[in-house]
C-alpha cells in the first residue's frame, strides 16, 4: 500500500498495522498467496508491502533459497515492516514507488501489488514497471478496490451517499479496479484470470474490516462540503444502532488479477 504521491503518516501507520490482522485482510493475504503460488528458491516483489505481512508470508514460500523484495513510500510503514521482517534474512525491504521500482530489469519471478493503485496517479507507468523488472513468464498478481461497489445500510441513505462521495477523495482512484484490465494488457500483460475477494460483514467488531472505514469515514468528512459535527453524530449514532438492532450491513468488492509476462 501507500504508493504513488499518497503517504501515510506514523499515526495512520499505526492503525494500518492492526487492521492488517483483521479476517478479511487475512483472507485476502491467503487468496494472494494462493495466486502467486511461489516456488522455493523463486525471487519476488512486494510492490506497497506496508507493515509487511505479506512480505513475510511471501518469505516462507520462498525459503532461504529464495528472495522477497518489499517496497514502500512511508518510512513509518517500512519501521513496521523491518520489525515484522528482521527473522527473514532473505527479505530486502527498502523505500521505494511503484511507479519507480528501485530493481533490475527481468529481475524477480513474481510480484505482489496489494491496495497500491488505488493510491496511483500514472496507472500506466506502474503496470509497466511491474512489466520491467519481471523475468520473462513471470507473474503479477494485483488486488485492488472499486469503492463504487460498497453497500453500506444507513437509516440516512442520502448522508451516507454524500459521506461516501467525499471518503473516496481520500483516494488518488478510488475506481481503480474497472482500469486495471486494460492497463495490464497495454503493459504488454496476458490476464490469465480475474476473481472477487469480496467483503461482508453483518457486524461490526474489532476484528471486522469495516470497523476501520466506520471510524475514519466520520473523522475525514467532518467539516467537508457542509458536513457538521451534528451530521457525523447522527451518521455514527445510527450506524451503532443498526449494530445493536441486528441491521447493520457492510459489503465491499475487490479484484485479484492474475497476469503474466510473455516470453
Known amino acids: 500500500m501507500s504508493q504513488g504521491k499518497h503517504y501515510f503518516d506514523a499515526e495512520q501507520s499505526a492503525r494500518l498495522d492492526r487492521a492488517y490482522a483483521r479476517r478479511a485482510i487475512a483472507e485476502q493475504r491467503t487468496?494472494?498467496?494462493?495466486?502467486?503460488?511461489?516456488?522455493?528458491?523463486?525471487?519476488?516483489?512486494d510492490v506497497g508491502c506496508g507493515p509487511g505481512y505479506l512480505t513475510v508470508e511471501m518469505a516462507r514460500a520462498v525459503g532461504e533459497r529464495g528472495h522477497v523484495h518489499g517496497i514502500d513510500v512511508s518510512e513509518p510503514m517500512l519501521g513496521f515492516a523491518r520489525r515484522r521482517c528482521a527473522p527473514f534474512p532473505w527479505i530486502t525491504l527498502?523505500?521505494?514507488?511503484?511507479?519507480?521500482i528501485p530493481l533490475a530489469d527481468a529481475s524477480v519471478d513474481a510480484t505482489a501489488s496489494v491496495q497500491v493503485y488505488l493510491f496511483s496517479n500514472n496507472l500506466d507507468r506502474a503496470l509497466a514497471e511491474l512489466y520491467r523488472v519481471l523475468r520473462a513468464g513471470g507473474r503479477a498478481i494485483v488486488v485492488d478496490t472499486d469503492w463504487d461497489s460498497v453497500v453500506w445500510h444507513s437509516s440516512y441513505r442520502e448522508r451516507t451517499e454524500h459521506f461516501l462521495h467525499i471518503w473516496k477523495q481520500?483516494?488518488?482512484?478510488?475506481?481503480v479496479a474497472r482500469s486495471i484490465p486494460g492497463a495490464l494488457r497495454k503493459a504488454g500483460f496476458a490476464i490469465e484470470r480475474v476473481t472477487t475477494i469480496p467483503i461482508?460483514?453483518?457486524?461490526?467488531?474489532a476484528e471486522g474490516y469495516s470497523s476501520g472505514p466506520l471510524a475514519a469515514l466520520p473523522r475525514f468528512v467532518a467539516g467537508k462540503d457542509g458536513i457538521s459535527d451534528a451530521d457525523v453524530r447522527a451518521w455514527a449514532e445510527d450506524q451503532q444502532a443498526l449494530v445493536t438492532s441486528g441491521n447493520y450491513f457492510f459489503?465491499?468488492?475487490r479484484f485479484l488479477f492474475v497476469a503474466r509476462k510473455g516470453g
Open 200 to 205: 461482508v460483514e453483518l457486524d461490526c467488531d
Open 31 to 45: 487468496r494472494t498467496l494462493e495466486a502467486l503460488a511461489l516456488l522455493p528458491g523463486e525471487s519476488a516483489l
Open 170 to 175: 481520500r483516494f488518488t482512484n478510488a475506481r
Open 94 to 100: 527498502q523505500s521505494g514507488d511503484a511507479h519507480r
Open 251 to 253: 459489503a465491499l468488492g
